[in-house]
């Protein structure tokens, strides 16, 4: 079955920047689009990217726009978010997940924005 283990969160001051990983197996990654989505406590899952197959489209929420790169290497099996100019609202859980619509994510990682 799919496996995905992000890393990479962290504490961060307001206008940092953080990059998360994801190693994802249990799948022919290379077939599939990946996304990231977070959790704030007490919310429900916020849907932050999603990134193709290669050479494929990439999308990104409203307010993640011009901050979050999505990126990925199938040779590796990887993806990535580098996140600039973070935002105490970004504060949350961010999870690596197969599809656009999540079928398979990982246990998360905690990011944290505050000065």
């Known amino acids: 079955q799919p496996q995905l283990v992000e890393s990479g969160g962290g504490l961060v001051q307001p206008g940092g920047s953080l990059r998360l990983s994801c190693v994802a197996s249990?799948?022919?990654?290379?077939?599939?689009?990946m996304s990231w989505v977070r959790q704030v406590p007490g919310k429900g899952l916020e849907w932050v990217s999603f990134i193709d197959r290669d050479f494929g489209s990439i999308s990104y929420a409203d307010s993640v726009k011009d901050r979050f790169t999505i990126s990925r290497d199938s040779a590796k099996n990887m993806v990535y978010l580098q996140m600039d100019s973070l935002k105490p609202e970004d504060t949350a859980v961010y999870y690596c997940?197969?599809?656009?619509?999540?079928?398979?994510w990982g246990q998360g990682t905690q990011v944290t924005v505050s000065s």
């Open positions: 997940a197969k599809d656009w619509i999540p079928t398979a």
């Open positions: 249990g799948f022919t990654f290379s077939r599939y689009g």
